[in-house]
Structures are given as C-alpha cells and as structure tokens.
C-alpha cells in the first residue's frame, strides 16, 4: 500500500528557532500533499495545500510567512515553522496523494516549543 | 461552502453490538467517499473506500454510499474495544478532499 513517511515524529525546540518537518511519499508520486495541524482533543484543521512545482495554497488564518512550505519534487514536501513559539506547539501531520487516490498520511510530528 | 458534517458523539456501544457511524456532505459532484479511524495520539489511518451507491464490506466493516441522499455511513459488526477511536468521514470532488470533525467511539467490554 502507499506509503507516507514524516520525519521526525517529535521535535522539541526553543522559542524563537525554526523547525523542519519532511513528508515523503515512499512508494507512488504524489500530486498533492497536504498539511494539517491537530491541537489535544480537536479535529484536523488543514493549514495549506501544495502542488508540486508550484506555490502553496494555505487556509484562512494561517500565516504563509511563518509556515513555509515547498514541494520541489513528487516525493517530498517540506513544513518549515519559523520563529517558532509555544502556541506553536502542535500535532503536525502530512498527507500525500496521486490525483483523486486516497490520502494516505504520514505517522505526524509532535512539536513542543519551550 | 462544502461541508461534511459528522455527529462528533462520543458513540458508546458494547463489546460485540454493531456501531453505526454516519456522515453527511453538501456537494452533490461528490465522486469518492472514506472513513479514516485515527486513534489517540496518532495519525489517521485510511480504513475504507467507496466510489458507488449501495454496500461495499470490508472484513467487520462495511461503508454504505447513498448519493440521491448525500450520506454516506460506517457500520463495524462485532465492535472490539480496539475499535475505540475517532472516525472520520472523508469526501472528495476534482482533488479537494473535504474532513468531517470526526465521531468518537468507545467500545466498552
């Protein structure tokens, strides 16, 4: 089956530096991946599409500057939380499709920032 | 706005009782259904798939489209307490792939 792997599947770090979080899709070319955010006892909240080759698409309230996201290739899309603050810290969790396939996510990334 | 509404419960059923999981959408152009279970802590993780009206089984679980009506509902025969977990519905049109908030189920020995 599709595979999705996110590295790393925790992260703590100190207010103010950044992180980055990587999702690849192991065994088929993904079009599409998606990031989300899932803060202790709520639901999904997706934060940005992206297409390969080309900019991201983020969801209302959600800071294009401070999230960076790219998907250079159709393996690999990258999450970069800059200047990051306890607020921050969060489930983060990676999906990754072909075109109108299933989404197949990745195992997540708890970030803790101090 | 497209929407996909679940009944967040939680839904409590006992060790071997049937439970029922169900999920409405407003877009009619609709193509493709799934219901992802996610436990605590975890990512979700992909359970069943349906395309077409009627039933599709899967093992103890079976998905069930109804298109005219736009629901599309979880049955799990024989719940197990490692069945407790939130589901969510899924609904997706031309690559936009739309989440329900999901329904919590515990399973109760």
């Known amino acids: 089956g599709a595979v999705v792997s996110q590295h790393p599947s925790w992260v703590i770090c100190k207010s103010g530096t950044s992180v980055k979080i990587e999702c690849r899709s192991l065994d088929f070319q993904a079009t599409t991946m998606f990031w989300y955010r899932q803060f202790p006892k709520q639901s999904l909240m997706l934060m940005a599409t992206s297409n390969e080759g080309s900019k991201a698409t983020y969801e209302q309230g959600v800071e294009k500057d401070k999230f960076l996201i790219n998907h250079a290739s159709l393996t690999l899309s990258t999450l970069t939380v800059t200047s990051a603050h306890p607020e921050d810290s969060s489930f983060y969790i990676c999906s990754a499709r072909d075109t109108n396939s299933p989404l197949h996510f990745g195992n997540g990334t708890r970030l803790t920032v101090t | 706005q497209k929407e996909v509404e679940q009944n967040s419960g939680p839904l409590s059923v006992p060790e071997g009782a049937i439970a029922s999981l169900n999920c409405t959408y407003s877009d009619r152009g609709s193509q493709s259904f799934f219901w992802y279970r996610q436990y605590s802590g975890k990512s979700p993780e992909l359970i069943m798939s349906?395309?077409?009206?009627g039933d599709k089984e899967d093992g103890r679980f079976t998905a069930q489209l109804n298109k005219a009506s736009q629901y599309v509902s979880l049955l799990i025969r024989d719940s197990q307490p490692s069945d407790s977990a939130t589901y969510l519905c899924?609904?997706?049109?031309?690559?936009?792939?739309?989440f329900g908030a999901g329904t919590r189920l515990t399973v109760k020995p």
């Open positions: 349906i395309y077409s009206n």
């Open positions: 899924a609904v997706n049109e031309d690559n936009d792939m739309r």
